[in-house]
């Protein structure tokens, strides 16, 4: 098979086109993700999203580069500042809870969370949100209004040669100079100056901090702006997002980091957009008054692993909008069964025997390799492996498979294995529903709802399981 190099849609120019980060030697890519806002258990549509940059990275390690991979934490915003509001709890109180469970879903759902380091909070990052509105504010295309608050001008934006409406297409037509809209969230017929800064209003309780131009908060577009550059520098590789990031967030994030001018002469403020596109949830939109609303630790708590979740999610093509059913999840249950199976057997028949050396790659890997480059096709990709399936079954059931051959089909799997994150079938003693309550009693815990996790323990008591806290977790013990 020819050698492929990785294509990928790019929404800025809206084409397939073949990825080459700036780094001269091909090597090293800059990636942001935009993460989550913090005010509410994620729902497995956001996760959709999250999977998808995890497939990104995954796959663009298994190609040889070194990703950087940054994903913030939206950490103040409208909805956060009202919930805080409601709750009564201090905003770091709050967010610091969600987005532990934010952080432990990831892992549920075998995505590679990024360092640290490379997990910006907004709050941690007000200096240099400051920072950026004044560079805005003395290129004249911010401007304080009279209450406090911090606009950005399309106007101005537009009229120093810079183009607004680059990831979509925009009627000016219809819009009426210096028109402002405060919220974060706005859609397209109403393209208006947007706040960079919001002047602190009594709702905001003790969520402000100061500024040049008095007291108040960031909005959130400005926060990815100025965080992704904090850590990736001016002008990166990639940028990731759900599509209903789209607009306005990502159009006003290239207006904000473009319109300060740090970018090297020439160079963008990002040179590929990625979109991953909407999911249904059993045929609908997804909302808490049908019944289709879940987060990972609902399907948790119906029996499913994370593991099937995450084979659900991976089964299409990032671009497309997906219909996430739990017949589906079902029908990940039994693929990932048919897969256990056939690796189950090689490995009995491998032994352990060492693998060859061998010079060509296998067919397996060729063949996934040239489905994902163009464009992450991940249907051609599941295909390649189930035919690989069926193929192997065949040799094992003939005899026709060495230990050494079934060593080497073991390792080509394996390097696949590095991008799907499916890992080993697990070999916990507790059916998947035990393992689940107890993964929604840390949830509850770490969310401290001591009374759901009481509960649940009292649950898992009827259902003759005890699990208690060790140095290492939980551990489940059958009574
Ligand atoms: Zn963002």
């Given at each position: ?8 849609f ?9 990825f ?16 989550p ?20 990275r ?10 950087n ?15 805080v ?6 905003l770091?109180e709050?967010?610091a809870?969600?987005t ?8 549920e ?8 380091k ?6 941690e ?23 406090g608050?911090?606009y950005f ?17 925009l ?7 210096g028109?402002?809209?405060?919220s ?8 208006a ?5 919001k ?7 003790d969520?402000?901090w ?7 908060r960031p ?15 001016p ?11 789209t ?11 473009e319109g ?8 963008p ?46 089964s ?9 059913t739990?017949a589906?999840l079902e ?17 009995e ?8 050396a061998?010079?060509?790659?296998p ?30 079954n ?5 005899n ?6 079934a ?12 991008v799907?994150?499916?890992g ?26 001591f009374?759901?996790?009481?509960a ?7 259902k003759?399981?005890?699990?208690e806290d ?10």
């Amino acid at each position: 098979m020819e050698e492929t190099r990785l294509h990928l849609f790019n929404t800025l120019t809206r084409q397939v086109e073949e990825f080459r980060p700036f780094d001269e030697a091909g090597k090293t890519v800059g990636m942001y993700c935009c993460g989550p806002t913090v005010y509410d258990f994620g729902h497995i549509g956001n996760f959709r999203t999250f999977v998808f940059a995890d497939l990104v990275r995954r796959y663009l390690e298994f190609r040889g580069f070194k990703v950087n991979h940054v994903m913030n934490i939206t950490d103040v915003e409208d909805k956060i500042i009202r919930r805080v509001r409601e709750t009564g709890k201090s905003l770091k109180e709050f967010t610091a809870g969600y987005t532990d469970v934010f952080l432990q879903d990831l892992k549920e759902l075998n995505c590679l969370v990024p360092e640290e380091k490379n997990l910006p909070r907004a709050t941690e990052h007000i200096p240099q949100i400051i920072d950026l509105i004044e560079k805005l504010v003395a290129r004249g295309i911010a401007y304080r209004a009279t209450d406090g608050s911090v606009y950005f001008s399309i106007e101005k934006y537009r009229g120093c040669g810079c183009r607004y409406g680059q990831l979509v297409n925009l009627n000016f037509e219809a819009m009426r100079v210096g028109e402002r809209v405060a919220s974060d969230e706005y859609d397209k017929e109403s393209v208006a100056d947007f706040a960079l800064w919001k002047a602190r209003v009594p709702d905001d309780g003790d969520v402000f901090w100061p500024s040049p131009w008095g007291e108040g908060r960031p909005g959130w577009h400005i926060e990815c702006s100025a965080m992704s550059m904090a850590l990736l520098g001016p002008s990166f590789d990639l940028h990731l997002g759900g599509e209903d990031l789209t607009f306005p967030h990502h159009e006003d994030e290239i207006a904000q980091s473009e319109g300060a001018g740090v970018q090297p002469a020439g160079r963008p403020f990002v040179k590929h957009w990625l979109h991953g596109a909407h999911l249904l949830v059993e045929g609908k939109k997804m909302s808490k008054s049908l019944g289709n609303y879940f987060t990972v630790r609902d399907l948790l708590a119906k029996g499913f692993t994370g593991r099937e979740i995450r084979c659900l999610l991976l089964s299409a093509s990032y671009r497309e909008t997906f219909n996430f059913t739990l017949a589906g999840l079902e029908g990940a249950r039994a693929q990932l069964a048919r897969i256990d199976e056939c690796v189950g057997k090689l490995r009995e028949l491998a032994g352990s025997t060492v693998a060859s050396a061998s010079p060509s790659v296998p067919a397996l890997v060729t063949g996934f390799t040239a489905a994902m480059d163009s464009d992450l096709n991940v249907s051609a990709a599941w295909a390649v492996v189930f035919d690989w399936v069926r193929d192997t079954n065949r040799s094992l059931a003939a005899n026709e498979l060495t230990p050494a051959l079934a060593t080497a089909a073991l390792a080509a799997w394996e390097r696949l294995d590095t991008v799907l994150g499916l890992g080993a079938k697990p070999t916990g003693e507790a059916p998947a529903d035990i393992v689940a309550l107890a993964n929604e009693r840390v949830a509850a815990k770490k969310a401290k709802d001591f009374a759901r996790a009481d509960a649940i323990r009292a649950e898992l008591k009827a259902k003759g399981w005890v699990v208690e806290d060790t140095a290492k977790g939980p551990k489940l013990k059958k009574i």
